[in-house]
């Protein structure tokens, strides 16, 4: 991905001239814990019948550490959590 900022670059060829943009470009690596679909990243987790039914928390691993997600009782198969950054 190339991102553009503008006016946070090299300073202008002339003086008096503004900053030209900075152009940054953003690599992703791949990570077995993961799908990515677009922007977003996507985990499978598999829970027991009981707990969709009754509600449970689990530990689910990010990018920077692992955290508590309430799986909320009623749970569906197939639906899905968000976890929002």
């Known amino acids: 991905m190339l991102l553009r900022i503008p006016k ?6 002339a003086p008096g001239l503004p900053p ?5 470009a953003v690599y992703t690596k791949q990570d ?3 799908q990515r679909t677009g922007a977003d990243l996507w985990r ?3 829970i027991d019948v009981a707990d ?3 509600g449970t928390t689990v530990k689910v691993p990010t990018l920077g550490s692992r ?3 309430n ?6 198969p197939d639906e899905v959590l968000r976890l929002r950054g």
């Open 8 to 13: 946070l670059g090299l300073p202008g060829d």
């Open 67 to 69: 955290v508590k997600v």
């Open 20 to 24: 030209r943009d900075l152009q940054v």
């Open 52 to 54: 969709a039914v009754l």
């Open 71 to 76: 799986i909320p009782a009623g749970t569906q």
């Open 32 to 34: 077995a814990r993961f």
């Open 44 to 46: 499978s987790e598999t």
